[in-house]
């Protein structure tokens, strides 16, 4: 049987989110009298938080601005999250189609304001069994914490959940929490994966997802 349980990583996996992160950033650092980042800045900083991805847009040179930059962005992000936010195609209808059928939960390094303002404006927020955000995690990924939380408030074992994320940030957070995992090919952080994780699992649409899953391959003779 396919897996029982699967966790998604939100940021370059369900939504492309950083068209509204980087409008969010040059917000703030014009606010602050500071030059608009580059949208690659901002694409390579994402999936620690909002205080590391702040960090390395303000550099040394504004590092002593980082308190107040981080402040300023919390508070817009939070409150317009999904302003150039987009699911990316397929994503909506393979959720609604899969639930209830399969259970469904979340991980992210985004705080719960700014990932409910995404799933509710995108109609999606019905369809998660458990969402554990950064608001919630004791220590951000790649620790295992909120995996292992999601498994035990879903009594689902490792054995019977899929991780599916985008980087070697959600590769490390699966293997730390010994569950499977998949990564779309099409996330901020595939490259990397695939020269560092050759081996590893990737799925161009959702619609991959079961036919990634250990118990399928067996039934199907590829597991062997």
Known sequence: MPHELIIFDLD?????????????????????GLPAPDPAA??????GGARN???SLLGAAHASRLDEALAKFSAYYNAHAELHTELYPG?????????????????TAKTRPGT???FEHAGIAGCFDAIVTMTEMRAPKPDPGCVRDILELLEVPAGKALYVGDTMTDVLTAENAGVDYAIVSYGYGAEQVRRLRPEARFIDDFGQLIAHSPQHESANGDGS
């Open 42 to 47: 901002v694409r390579a900083g994402i999936g």
């Open 53 to 55: 991805l702040m960090t």
């Open 116 to 118: 409910m303002r995404i």
């Open 91 to 107: 994503v909506q209808e393979f959720l609604g189609t899969l639930h209830p059928g399969v259970r469904l939960a979340v991980a």
């Open 12 to 32: 370059g996996t369900l939504a492309d989110t950083v068209p509204g992160i980087a409008h969010a950033a040059a917000t703030v650092l014009e606010e602050l």
